[in-house]
Antibody
Framework: EVQLVESGGGLVKPGGSLRLSCAAS????????PSWVRQAPGKGLEWVGR??????????DYAAPVKGRFTISRDDSKNMVYLQMDSLKTEDTAVYYC??????WGQGTLVTVSS | DIQLTQSPSSLSASVGDRVTIACRAS??????LNWFQQKPGKAPKLLIY???NLQSGVPSKFSGSGSGTDFTLTISSLQPEDFATYFC?????????FGGGTKVDIK
């Protein structure tokens, strides 16, 4: 069974940093191109970024609002994907979902950026 | 970036109604359009992929159509469990984008 479990969310002050983790199990993680998608409270869905597989170069792509502040990485030996979030802004407050295919989502982890 | 415009943004319907939701892309995305259902407090659930393909395990009352810039999601006979918010999404190009959502509630 495919499982994605996010962790690392919480309350952080503007300008602060947070690292989210996503643990994957039940499938061949190393072949996937995981994405992060977020959803601000009461709002729609916003794609944050993705990382390609190692065999495809492990390159990353990001949405404009987070480019230069967020970094996605992966550790295939642990079946993990990470989202390092720096210089956080109040508008980054959202539930963050980890996705390895559009049919497989984690339960999400809430990040609140507030003073 | 490709913009996706959903209409309507909300609708009220009765059990048994046929419901259609539209999604228009700002440029052609071929058939690279997915539909999701989301209920409060839950992650989105994939219903339709590549415009018209029913995701495994999804009831056949859901159907999708369209290509290029205009797409529709149809629920043939609305049931109580279908009251939710529906999003379209394009995976044609980076950045991936989503429509603003259509909230379906009970009339």
């Amino acid at each position: 069974e495919v499982q994605l479990v996010e962790s690392g969310g919480g309350l952080v002050k503007p300008g602060g940093s947070l690292r989210l983790s996503c643990a994957a199990s039940g499938f061949a993680f190393s072949n996937t191109w995981p994405s992060w998608v977020r959803q601000a409270p009461g709002k729609g869905l916003e794609w944050v970024g993705r990382i390609k597989s190692k065999t495809d170069g492990e390159s990353t792509d990001y949405a404009a609002p987070v480019k230069g502040r967020f970094t996605i990485s992966r550790d295939d030996s642990k079946n993990m994907v990470y989202l390092q979030m720096d210089s956080l802004k109040t508008e980054d407050t959202a539930v963050y979902y980890c996705i390895t295919s559009w049919s497989d989502w984690g339960q999400g982890t809430l990040v609140t950026v507030s003073s | 970036d490709i913009q996706l415009t959903q209409s309507p943004s909300s609708l009220s319907a009765s059990v048994g109604d046929r419901v259609t939701i539209a999604c228009r892309a700002s440029q052609s995305i071929s058939s690279s359009l997915n539909w999701f259902q989301q209920k409060p407090g839950k992650a989105p659930k994939l219903l339709i992929y590549a415009a018209s393909n029913l995701q495994s395990g999804v009831p056949s009352k859901f159907s999708g159509s369209g290509s290029g810039t205009d797409f529709t999601l149809t629920i043939s006979s609305l049931q109580p469990e279908d009251f939710a918010t529906y999003f379209c999404h394009q995976d044609y190009s980076i950045p991936r984008t989503f429509g603003g959502g259509t909230k379906v509630d009970i009339k």
